[in-house]
């Protein structure tokens, strides 16, 4: 159940985290407004406060696993939302980032 508890916070904060980014990006680059660059900061921020919840507290754990997940996670997110195609090594390289996290994370670790 923890390992299920703690996927979950994964998925909503990459959803923030790499939504925010994709927020700003639209605002500044595709010049779309400041109204999606002040959404953008705020799902950022969200990213930060959900991450607080993993069941694991250190951050530095928390964050380096995080990454595999914003690496996968933004390549999925090009797909959907920029329809981005990903070759075998993108798709690979995130498989890769997705096992180290699950290392990181879910490990079991002596006393």
């Known amino acids: ?3 299920l508890r703690s996927a979950a916070l994964f998925v909503v904060a990459a ?5 925010g980014a994709w927020l700003v990006w ?10 999606w660059v002040t959404g953008g900061v705020l799902a950022l921020g969200a990213y930060g406060f959900v991450a607080t919840f993993q ?9 380096a696993a995080y990454g595999g997940i914003f690496v996968a996670g933004s390549i ?3 797909v959907v939302a920029d329809g981005y195609r990903p070759d075998r090594w993108d798709i690979t390289g995130a498989l890769i980032c997705l096992a180290g996290m699950a290392v990181i994370m879910w490990a079991p670790r002596g006393s």
């Open 15 to 19: 959803l923030f985290e790499i939504g």
């Open 1 to 3: 159940m923890v390992i």
């Open 76 to 78: 999925a997110w090009g």
């Open 55 to 63: 069941p694991d507290a250190h951050f530095g754990r928390i964050l």
């Open 26 to 35: 639209q605002g500044l680059r595709e010049h779309r407004g400041w109204l």
